[in-house]
RNA sequence: GAUUCGAUAGCUCAGCCGGUAGAGCAUCUCCCUUUUAAGGAGAGGGUCCUGGGUUCGAAUCCCAGUCGAAUCACCA
């Protein structure tokens, strides 16, 4: 690795410090009395007795220096406080090494230091601790990124670069303390929604991410293997048919917050794993489950924010229930003023033309009425809104509605233009189940990438029986980014998925001249590029075992040829 | 996958009529015992994303690529 000059003096630094006897990484505990922001709210000048000594450990985050006495800032997992450390407080011998050696020259920003002292305010007003011990528990080695909030609150020099916070989060979550409440609103999200389905009595399990049979969603799936097994596996791409399984298994509600994996395009809606949490009740239905997630998302939104109102971008959205509800067939006609519920799939597709929805032919019935929902009704639907009873051609899980021909009992629950949740009174009649599996493998034979596979072993489960149940699916990176008002859903992962940062790879010069000659051609014969490099072959070998080894060119023997190839 | 935009010092960015690479913060040296985007004096720091091309000369113009962002498409 290419160490940068400030490298090399961090370095250096620490040498000096164990030269001095001081350790730069100690291992003893180091025992934290208070904390910035419990300083800051609860000091008082006229409760100085309480606050005559306290220990903090932290991040220093900035630094004053004015001679023999400095301010600094301690940055906490709470946040940042200000201290003081004089030279002769510090170091009252003749020894002034500690402040003029350790603190000024050895210590940085970015160091971990414990600090012990007593609460004062400075002329100024501001609540700070004024160093009396002062002790490096880890030197840092690599410079921050230093953004700085003037007086009137602008900030300068800000870490802003997407690419850089995404890929270097433990950097973005030093400098930006806003995305360290992010991702603690996320957090609490999940404990408000685990809290209010485990007080209802549901019981959280575990079911597999590698499975024989991916199903439960229309979705693409990541495929591995299994040595021992010799067998291709796939990752999830939905709980649903595990789930369901433990309902016929005798449990009167399952959930689980699950990571699925889906192999599809990115966006800022889409990370290739995402976080779900499934729910599944027995004796219920899909209007029971409507009442339960107003419940339980409103809840979210109180715990979070104090209040049904959450702002997200330029709008406010109020979950207070109860919510809208719209049946589709009604959603497409507030919006295009067309009645779509009679119409066969020839008149569908004419409809979709008309309103300039893309169709091809792989399209059945459902997916021509999906499509004119989606591209005509979704974004608009900004306040939280139950979209209801589906057609039956694109929910082959859900059952069939108790009164109205061709649809299923399912909604989805809208927000902010995306959906965030899925339900349906869950389809237990196994012969319909069969049937509903057949016709998706007709569609997957019309090209349907997504259409779902029969799985045999879940027919057979419900074959002994599932009782009515209601089944819900809530994807918890979509609502994270609603209730944190995030913009992306790399905002709401702590590390979203990235291409792998280019490997910056010092190659000697005689690989560099060996793959100089390749770019050229791209694929040279082994005998040709060795002689047109003219090294010895000793020295051949070495340069074009380095270039395998950097994975920059590979050697590929045919029947015929003995050929070199970049990568 | 498509289109548009971007990549210059550790960080944020300027330079882009082609002519030896700049600022602020950070870093280093010195001064400064209640400052707060501390201040003052001085110094160092760059494969200008990579590779080709045009040119006497390229950070700057052209081509190809890498990475990223935004919008759109598929999808949760």
């Known amino acids: 690795m290419q160490l940068s000059k400030k490298d090399l003096e ?14 730069p990484y100690p291992s003893e505990l180091f025992p934290v009395t208070h904390y910035a922001k419990q300083i800051k709210q609860e000091f008082d000048e006229r409760k100085a007795d309480e606050f005559k000594e306290v220990t903090l450990a932290g991040r220093i985050m900035s630094r004053r220096i004015m001679g023999s006495a400095s301010f600094a800032e301690l940055q906490d997992s709470t946040g940042r406080i200000q201290f003081y450390v004089r030279r002769d407080d510090i170091c009252p011998d003749e020894d002034k090494n500690l402040y003029n050696t350790v603190f000024k020259k050895l210590i940085d920003i970015g160091d971990i230091v414990g600090i ?18 002062l002790t490096v528990l880890t030197k840092s080695l690599k410079p921050l990124p230093l953004p700085k909030t003037d007086a009137e609150g602008n900030v300068h020099d800000a870490f802003t670069d997407p690419e850089l916070r995404y890929r270097q989060r433990y950097v973005d979550l030093i400098v ?28 959280e399990v575990e079911t597999p991410i590698l499975q024989p049979l991916y199903g439960g969603a229309a979705a693409r799936p990541f495929k591995t293997h299994h040595n021992t097994l010799d067998m291709t596996l796939y990752l999830r791409i939905a709980n649903e048919l595990y789930l369901k399984r433990l309902i016929v298994g005798g449990y009167d509600g399952v959930y689980e917050f699950s990571k699925d994996f889906r192999n599809e395009g990115m966006s800022r809606f889409h990370n290739p794993e995402f976080t779900q949490v499934e729910l599944y009740v027995a004796y219920k239905d899909y209007n029971w489950m409507m009442e339960l997630v107003e419940e339980m998302i409103e809840k979210v939104a109180i715990d979070l924010h104090g209040t049904t109102k959450v702002p997200v971008g330029d709008k406010e959205i109020d979950f207070k229930r109860p919510w809208k509800r719209f049946t589709m067939f009604e959603a497409i006609e507030h919006f295009t003023g067309i009645d779509i519920s009679e119409m066969d799939e020839a008149q569908l597709k004419e409809t979709a033309r008309k ?57 989805e629950a809208i927000a902010n233009g995306k959906e965030i949740c899925n339900a349906f009174s869950e389809l237990n009649d196994p012969i319909d189940q069969r049937r509903r599996f057949e016709e998706q493998l007709e569609l997957g034979k019309r090209g349907d990438a997504e259409a779902m596979t029969l799985d045999e072993d879940f027919l057979r489960a419900i074959e002994y029986g599932m009782p009515p149940t209601a089944g819900l699916g809530i994807g918890i990176d979509r609502l994270a980014m609603i209730m944190t008002n995030s913009k992306s859903i790399q905002d709401v992962l702590f590390f979203p998925q990235m291409k792998p940062e280019k490997k910056s790879v010092v190659l000697s010069e005689d690989e560099e001249m060996v793959l100089g000659l390749l770019k ?27 270039l395998t080894r950097h994975e920059l060119a590979v050697v590929k023997k045919t029947d015929t040829s003995l050929d070199v190839i970049l990568l």
Not at 116 to 133: I, L, M, P, R
Not at 176 to 203: A, S
Not at 536 to 541: E, F, H, I, T, V
Request: proline residues 3%.
């Open 10 to 23: 961090r370095r250096n630094a620490k040498e000096q410090m164990k030269q001095l006897g001081i350790n």
């Open 116 to 133: 012990k002292g007593f609460v004062f305010k400075t002329q100024v007003g501001e609540t700070s601790v004024h160093v009396t011990e």
């Open 176 to 203: 930006n303390p806003k995305i360290r409440e992010t991702f603690k609103k996320r957090t609490q999200l999940v404990n408000t929604m685990r809290t209010y389905l485990n007080d209802k009595g549901y019981l």
């Open 355 to 411: 309103l300039n929805v893309p169709v091809d032919d792989t399209m059945g019935k459902g997916k021509l009425i999906d499509e004119i929902f989606g591209e005509k009704c979704e974004g608009n639907l900004i306040q939280p809104t139950f979209i209801t009873d589906y057609p039956v051609e694109m929910s082959p899980l859900a059952k069939r509605h108790r009164t109205k021909e061709g649809l299923v009992e399912r909604f």
């Open 520 to 546: 050229k051609e791209g694929k040279m014969d082994l005998e040709i590029l060795k002689s047109a490099a003219n090294l010895s072959n000793k020295k051949w070998d070495k340069a074009i075992k380095g």
